[in-house]
């Protein structure tokens, strides 16, 4: 027969029911091969004796099937007097109705005698016993919670410091409209409906002995509605739990209406977005077809398919077709701010180093760089490999280092290099051109937009670059910072965090 290994740890058992030979061996064995100290007795009687008389892990009982026996009224009353010790039952009638009505009846467990050994009844009496602890840990908590809230009109929960709910008294279980059995060991952020929970989550990080309020909303259960709450917090000196406190916050009509004047506003913006994009995309979809036709037709007559063309004709052809092209690239970069603004983007993550991916794009610019007689230097150290979708990034190293170019004077220099930040890796894009002004700082980012550029001649410019550009780094969960002095240059960096570098495809947030 199978045994288990030895267990030092020595169990009170009582044993109840007929003193057979098989009964008997069973436990002869769990006292000397489990460390199980056994007391054995015959009768009901006798086995509630003991039980009142001594304290006991779990009792197992030989069960005698005949209806008069009673042996389920005794599990029964075993269960209401002793709801905490496991109770055992072991009998030789393998129907499944008989197991569960020793469940039914408040019993932990039904085994079937001559189909286990001695290492099952250890192991599920073992279970038991650590199953009705956690059980009575559970019960005396709950029980210390409902003293002290549940006489309180004011709603009260109980959180661990993992946000868990430990418990809800019934002012809360009406306010909040819930049930305790419904929230119980759930975190909170799912059953509590409090609108920012970060910012409750932080206040509830106070220390020991800390009570402080906070005024947030809650949705109201039903009701596209919500309502203002105050809330408070304590945790008691030497305890985990957070004690929270929630009433109904009077407010005032002047903030009510602050309130609904930033939701409108947050609504209008969020709608002109949309019709924003929409117009642009529709607008670009249908320049593509006619650019890509007058493109085809140019190239015919430049290539002399229509009939001989004069070195002049070719001239004017060849400053049509770049301008064409110009205005091709314009109509992409239309599409691709529509595409994401209406989170209809999905990044295609791979794994790139960003320090190698600046060098080759820098290469492509060296010739214009030094056409405008720019110094121009390139500067990579090591960086971490990080995952992002590579011809995003790609733009974005372009357009930074196309802008330095186009608005720093001849002459001067331009900068650009990698390097290993907190969490992160950073791009830095640097010029000595012509600055911007502090009031424009946070539009340069907006599209379309155009601000005054003194100190240089004319560039071209569609006022979609930096717009596009800021939001592919957001898309990758990065930032860009601006430092910039008018006539002095710009300094540009852009940080991408290393903890998104296993993410996969995902849409713009």
Known sequence: MIKEPNEKHDLHVLTVGQDEPSFQNLNSTLSSDYGFQIRSVQTFTEGFTRMDQEQYDAVILNLDHRPESGWLAYIRLIHLRKPFLPVIALGDDESPAVGMHVISEGGDDYLVKGRIHSGVINRVVRYGIEKKRQNQRSYVVEQK?????????????????????????????????????DVIGKPGREV??????????AFLAAGEGVTKTLDTFFDKP??????????SSVRLEGDEEIFLFIDQKPVSLKEENERMIRSTKEAQQSELDRIQAEYISAVSHYLKTPLASIRLYLDYLVN???GVVTEKQKEYLTTIDETTERLNGQVTRLLNISKIR??????????????KLLEEESRIFRAQAEHKSLEMTVKTEKVPLLYCDRAHMREVIDNFISNAIKYTPAGKQVVFYSRGAADGVELVFEDTGIGIEP???????????????TGIDWVES???????????????????????QKGQGSVFTVFLPLEKRK??????P
């Open 145 to 181: 919670y409902r003293l002290i809230t549940e006489r309180s009109a004011t709603a009260i929960c109980v959180l661990s410091p993992q946000e868990t709910v430990l418990y809800v008294n019934p002012a809360a279980e009406v306010f909040f409209e819930i049930s305790l059995g």
């Open 462 to 484: 569609t006022g979609l670059g930096l717009s596009l550009t800021k939001r592919i780094v957001e898309m990758h969960q990065g930032s860009i910072s601006i430092k910039s």
């Open 342 to 355: 209406s989170q209809q983007t999905k990044l295609k993550m791979e794994q790139t180093d960003l320090a």
């Open 222 to 231: 039903g009701s596209k509605s919500s309502a203002a709450l105050r809330l």
């Open 192 to 201: 509590l409906p409090f609108q920012d929970w970060d910012a409750v989550a």
């Open 439 to 453: 009031q424009y700082i946070d539009a340069i980012f907006d599209p379309f937009c155009d601000i005054p550029k």
């Open 304 to 306: 002399g398919y229509a």
């Open 503 to 508: 993410a996969a495809a995902r849409r713009t």
